[in-house]
């Protein structure tokens, strides 16, 4: 080898010593600190609330209602803890039929038209909404008008709240979702005689159901921690539900009613509610994350 190619050759070695490299050392250090910093709130919120609220959970406390205002311990969050299964459960059966069929038509039969397009454009702007607009929203429409055989708060109305904050998670994620289905299965489907119905729902749905999954795992995490929709619809009730047309505890609403109570039986109560809302939302999250990492293998 020559002496040029020996040059050339230590030209390419890195020279931590450059001033570019320095550079690189410190933008780099100032990103990763950068990265801590947005963290640490995330898991002091987390770890905060899980540690306080641990220290005032029992077992029999899903089992109980929570005490008068003013009783010195005992009592549960079993009517929020049921509430909240009701209500969001109520959630799903109004939006997951809409949302998956929006998604669907969106991906298999709107194509890039203009009402496609204001469709997708409305969803991307309710998914910015504020809850408590929502709340407000369903609150005309439902409770103040009577219209459910002359019901005011109850819980169909908490669940049409929350399905209000549901669908756009659920119709985006459906709606891309069937987009990543290859275009050889719809083709395959329609060449042996299939009609786009039947290639619709018995091919490419069944071949996108781990991302629809996944969107409707979301949108039930998005709405089961609210509490501004809640507080306009079902309202609170320190009895166990007593039908979907009554107002309803949920844990969410509970937590804001007895965290600034002067009484120390309903805060800790709200210290509970916070510790098993906070572990059904991270198992939710949890439960999507996986869903989306199968449907990748």
């Known amino acids: 080898m020559t002496s040029s190619s020996f040059k050339a050759k230590g030209d390419l070695l890195f020279k931590p010593g450059l001033l570019r490299n320095q550079g690189n050392r410190l933008m780099t250090s100032i990103a990763a600190a950068f990265s801590v910093i947005a963290i640490i709130p995330l898991i002091a919120v987390i770890l905060f609330v ?3 609220g ?14 008068v205002p003013g009783q010195e311990m005992g009592g549960g969050i079993g009517n929020a803890f049921l509430g909240t299964f009701i209500v969001t459960g109520l959630s799903c059966l109004f939006a997951i039929p809409v949302g998956v069929g929006g998604g669907i038509y969106l991906a298999e039969y709107g194509g890039e038209n203009k009402f496609s397009e204001f ?14 607009i929502a709340g407000v929203f369903i609150y005309g429409l439902i409770v103040s008008s009577r219209i459910l055989f002359g019901s005011t708060f109850s819980a ?8 209000v904050l549901m669908l756009p998670t659920i119709i ?8 990543l289905v290859p275009q050889e299965l719809r083709w395959g489907a329609l060449g042996v005689g299939a009609s786009k119905f039947v290639t619709t729902i018995k091919v490419v749905v069944p071949s996108a159901i781990a991302p629809i999954a996944t969107g409707v795992v979301l949108g039930i995490a998005r709405s089961a921690g609210e509490t501004a929709p809640l507080i306009f619809t079902a309202f609170f009730s320190p009895y166990w539900p007593d039908g979907l047309l009554e107002p309803m505890a ?9 965290a600034i109570m002067p009484y120390e039986a309903q805060v800790q109560l709200a210290w509970a509610a916070s510790f098993v809302l906070v572990i059904m939302i991270l198992a939710m999250n949890l439960l999507a994350r996986w869903i989306s990492s199968f449907a990748q293998r």
């Open 50 to 52: 899980l540690i306080k």
């Open 250 to 258: 949920t844990m969410s609403v509970m937590i804001f009613n007895y």
């Open 119 to 132: 469709i997708r454009f409305g969803t991307n702007v309710l998914a910015g909404v504020p809850s408590i």
């Open 172 to 179: 985006k994620t459906t709606d891309e979702g069937l987009k």
């Open 54 to 67: 641990f220290a005032f959970l029992r077992p029999a406390m899903f089992f109980e209602l929570p005490p």
């Open 156 to 163: 169909v109305a908490g669940g049409l709240a929350l399905s």
